[in-house]
């Protein structure tokens, strides 16, 4: 039996969990974890397939593990498996690929890991997914934030997106196991569990429950720790959750909140199930509960039929919204999807420069919201110590922090008032 394994995972937090999960699995048969750059025996690739470049990066990582060790057993599992199998089938070296429904059955679907002639193909088709399973992951750097799955597969049909064709249908785990991953997690002395789905505020909908009461749930069970949804649907984010982050300090001030365009237009082409006037409603009501709440959020340029003021329309709402930061996508051709038949295709070049326009809007939008962070006190979870005895950490509203003292802070909950801000972070003195 081989003794070392490496993973790789590209793409989203949910599929760092998911990963984390399978790593459990090979430990647990007396595996030793390896980075990936090392000599391994096993190498575990989990991909993503939201854009073209990370295609095109798991197609170079696997050839990447095959040049660390040619004779390694080669596994593919992920969204990019499962939508395109046969584009690593082709590869030579790679032994097995596993969708989505398979990823989790390794050891019960190969009775070793020696090298194939062929690659084994499993994919169940997505239309037949039933099931969800449960994964929870782990920062690299040291116990602090863990990343806990209730949820998978998208009903959303937003014309860019191929997310619902690799993952399946809405689906969620049920709150009792949710509720036991996340004692779990706690036990092993998580400070902070980020909650992580495809679509998060869908949950429960099959299961005569909803996102507001799993969170209700959640924040009974005692202990020191604070939660953070990943992300959410404008649409999903109630006066509810909304409330319960007001008032109630263990569910963090921070809200991460698709937009994708500020124009009416491009949303009804990508068939968003939101406007613009929701999407600025949501973001008030959020700031104007929470003080100084943390909003990012997710944008994308170029999309075919984007005009020049299109793309203004969006950057000028942005620019006028209590937001903190932006998370900049430049659009990609995907196969199988509407918008591929939409025509009116934006340059290449135009879309870098409309990226970069809103990246620089992203780094003024922090720096202003930092700034108003000044003087205020917060409570901060900090990690690992660096060099020089400067520790990180993250506020409630996803504000980074950086202190430098001689105190050994890491995985605490510790009050602080922000100093001033030095680039993209506040420097903090214990109060």
């Known amino acids: 039996m ?16 998911e990963t984390s999960t399978i790593s459990r699995q090979f430990i647990e048969k007396g595996f030793d974890v390896v980075d990936f750059k090392e000599c391994a025996d096993v190498y575990v690739i ?5 854009t073209e470049n990370a295609d095109r990066e798991c197609r170079q990582i696997v050839r990447r593990a095959l040049r660390n060790n040619p004779n390694a057993f080669i596994a593919v599992t992920g969204c990019y498996a499962q939508l395109r199998p046969e584009e690593f089938s082709q590869i030579p070296g790679v032994d097995i690929i596993l969708g989505t429904n398979e990823k989790f059955n390794i050891f019960s679907l190969t009775e070793n890991f020696n090298k194939k002639e062929l690659s084994c193909i499993y994919i169940t088709p997505t239309d037949k997914i039933e099931s969800v399973h449960p994964a929870h992951s782990s920062e690299t750097d040291g116990r602090t934030r863990a990343f806990l799955k209730i949820q998978d597969g998208c009903d959303y049909k937003c014309s860019f997106c191929t997310i619902p064709l690799a993952r399946g249908k809405s689906r969620s785990l049920n709150m009792n196991e949710v509720l036991s991953e996340f004692k779990n997690v706690l036990e092993a002395g998580y400070k902070e569990i980020v909650l992580t789905g495809v679509n998060v505020g869908d949950y429960g909908k099959s299961l005569n429950v909803d996102f507001y009461r799993l969170l209700l749930k959640m924040l009974e069970v005692p202990g020191d720790y604070r939660l953070r949804i990943s992300s959410i649907e404008p649409n999903l984010l109630t006066d509810e959750i909304i409330n319960l982050a007001a008032g109630n300090e263990k569910l963090c001030d921070h809200f991460h909140i698709p937009l994708q365009s500020g124009s009416p237009k491009i949303l009804r082409l990508m068939q968003r199930r939101y406007t613009q006037e929701v999407y600025k409603e949501v973001v008030l009501k959020a700031v104007e509960k929470i003080q100084y709440a943390g909003i990012g959020v997710d944008v994308i340029v170029g999309f075919p039929g984007e005009t020049e003021q299109d793309f203004l329309e969006t950057y000028n709402f942005l620019k006028d919204l209590p937001i903190s930061y932006l998370h900049v996508f430049t659009y990609s051709e995907r196969p199988n999807t509407r918008a591929v038949d939409f025509g009116g295709n934006v340059d290449i070049v135009e879309r870098k420069r409309r990226n970069s ?8 939008k922090k720096n202003e919201f930092y700034k108003k962070m000044i003087g205020n006190k917060v409570s901060v979870l900090f990690e690992n110590k660096q060099h020089g005895n400067f520790i990180k950490g993250f506020a409630s509203n996803y504000v980074r ?3 430098k003292g001689e105190e050994d802070l890491s995985n605490q909950f510790v009050n602080v008032i922000i100093k001033e801000v030095y680039k993209d972070i506040c420097t903090v003195d214990l109060i």
Do not use: D, P
């Open 2 to 17: 081989a003794s070392k394994v490496a993973f790789h995972t590209l793409g989203c937090k949910l599929n760092f969990s």
């Open 46 to 50: 989990n991909t993503c397939t939201v």
């Open 357 to 364: 326009m809103l990246r620089i809007l992203s780094e003024n």
């Open 401 to 403: 922090t950086q202190y």
